[in-house]
C-alpha cells in the first residue's frame, strides 16, 4: 500500500515518453483509497490517504497534448488491467465479483471472435446473428448449415464463459 497526504486520482499521467518507436504513457493506476489517521509522535496525528497503485508504460499512438482524453476513455479497461497484475505480483484478491465477470465476458468475446473470425473481425455481430436466427424462427425457415455452426461456436463460448462467472466468490 502506498501513503500520501493528498487524495490519489485513480489515473495519473507521469509523462509522455518518446522513442524512435513511438510514444507511450508512464501512468500510475491507484484503487482502494482510504482514508487514515496516522500518529507521528510529537507533533500528533495526522490524516493521510492509503491505496493500492501498479505503474504502467501504456504504447500510445495519439496527439501527446490528448493523453489525458484517452486515458480518461480507458481508465476502466487500465483499472481491470493493473488490478490484475497486482493480484498476478502480490496474490492478494483486488477485483470484485463485477470486475471478474466483465474479465470473463471480454475473454468470452476474444474467444468467440476468434473461433468465428480468425482474420481479426470482431464478435460485434451478435445481435445481427440473433436476429436472423428469430427471423427465421419466426418465418419457419431453417438457417444453412454454416450460420448454424456460427451459431453453435458462439453458444458454446458463452456457456463456458457463464460457467466461469457461476463459480465467482463475492
Do not use: C
Amino acid at each position: 500500500m502506498v501513503r500520501s497526504m493528498i487524495k490519489p486520482e485513480t489515473m495519473h499521467l507521469w509523462q509522455v515518453l518518446s522513442s524512435e518507436t513511438g510514444l507511450a504513457l508512464d501512468v500510475s493506476v491507484r484503487w482502494d483509497e482510504k482514508e487514515i489517521t496516522v500518529s507521528d509522535g510529537m507533533a500528533g496525528a495526522h490524516q493521510e490517504w492509503e491505496y493500492s497503485e501498479v505503474r504502467l508504460t501504456i504504447p500510445y499512438q495519439g496527439d501527446s497534448a490528448r493523453a489525458e482524453e484517452y486515458l480518461a476513455a480507458f481508465e476502466p479497461t487500465l483499472l481491470l488491467l493493473a488490478k490484475t497484475m497486482w493480484e498476478k505480483e502480490h496474490g492478494e484478491i483486488t477485483l470484485t465479483k463485477e470486475e471478474r465477470e466483465q474479465l470473463i465476458d471480454r475473454e468470452t468475446d476474444v474467444a468467440i471472435t476468434s473461433a468465428l473470425h480468425p482474420a481479426g473481425r470482431g464478435e460485434h455481430f451478435a445481435a445481427l446473428r440473433e436476429q436472423i436466427a428469430q427471423m427465421l424462427a419466426d418465418s419457419g425457415q431453417q438457417p444453412i448449415k454454416k450460420f448454424q455452426n456460427l451459431q453453435d461456436i458462439a453458444g458454446a463460448e458463452i456457456a463456458k464463459g457463464q460457467k466461469k462467472k457461476d463459480v465467482l466468490k463475492e
